[in-house]
């Protein structure tokens, strides 16, 4: 069961690829990314995420900005899993984080 993973951005590119870079040093592989770029000014972002070439990303830019809350809800409807999880672009995950929820998940169903 994958976990998908929302990453609003609009802000610092560095902290926003660290996070990125987090997602994709998980020790579990079963997650999804979707970042969403409320239109930062950086014309080299669609090709860096091109270069990660994991068809697990999925990177979308918006046509106009939609400020911190119109981009937070766009994020919430691309979601789809059952267990998700909505970052900021400066966090970071450890290494095992997803294996900790997958782990959580199974050992304990019935929590919500």
Same mark, same amino acid.
């Given at each position: ?32 990314? +979707?970042?969403?770029?409320? $239109? ?26 939609? $400020? ?8 919430? $409807?691309?979601?789809?899993?059952? +267990? ?29």
């Amino acid at each position: 069961m994958a976990i998908d993973i929302a990453l609003p951005f609009y802000g610092d590119v560095d902290f926003m690829k660290q996070t990125v870079q987090s997602v994709l040093n998980q020790s579990d592989p079963d997650w999804r990314l +979707f970042v969403v770029d409320d $239109g930062y000014p950086d014309e080299s972002l669609p090709g860096w995420f091109a270069s990660l070439n994991d068809p697990r990303i999925s990177y979308l830019r918006n046509e106009k900005n939609l $400020g911190a809350n119109g981009n937070f809800q766009k994020c919430l $409807g691309l979601l789809s899993a059952e +267990f998700c999880l909505v970052m900021g672009a400066d966090d970071l995950l450890e290494t095992n984080f997803v294996e900790v929820v997958h782990d959580t998940i199974a050992k304990y169903p019935n929590a919500s």
